[in-house]
Nanobody, 132 residues
């Protein structure tokens, strides 16, 4: 059974930091690109950051560039999202997702991640709330 389990969310003041973790199981982690998406109330789900399994390249949406860092530990089958200088507009449910590695050049050239419907597996999501 495939599982993606997020942890580390919560309530933080603007300017603060959080570190999200996503523990993966039930599939071959090394064969999948991993990513973080978020969805705020009334908004579409957006790709925040993805990491390529082939070469470790990382990609970010413009609004988090320089503030968020994605990383993965293949030995632990875990992907992380370090979030610094958080802003109220970062408030959302954050989802971990996985997509089997293939030619995703188009997506990474234009976006942080593949379209959400291209992703193969999803976590249940975790709330991040940033107060002003």
């Amino acid at each position: 059974e495939v599982q993606l389990v997020e942890s580390g969310g919560g309530l933080v003041q603007a300017g603060g930091s959080l570190r999200l973790s996503c523990a993966a199981s039930g599939f071959t982690f090394d064969d999948y690109d991993m990513g973080w998406f978020r969805q705020a109330p009334g908004k579409e789900r957006e790709g925040v950051s993805c990491i390529s399994s082939s070469d470790g390249s990382t990609y970010y949406v413009d609004s988090v560039e320089g503030r968020f860092t994605i990383s993965s530990d293949n030995g632990k089958n875990t992907v992380y999202l370090e979030m610094n200088s958080l802003k109220p507009e970062d408030t959302a449910v954050y989802y971990c997702a996985a997509v089997e590695s293939r030619d995703l050049t188009y997506y990474y050239a234009n976006y942080a991640c593949p379209y959400h419907y291209e992703m193969d597996y999803w976590g249940k999501g975790i709330q991040v709330t940033v107060s002003s």
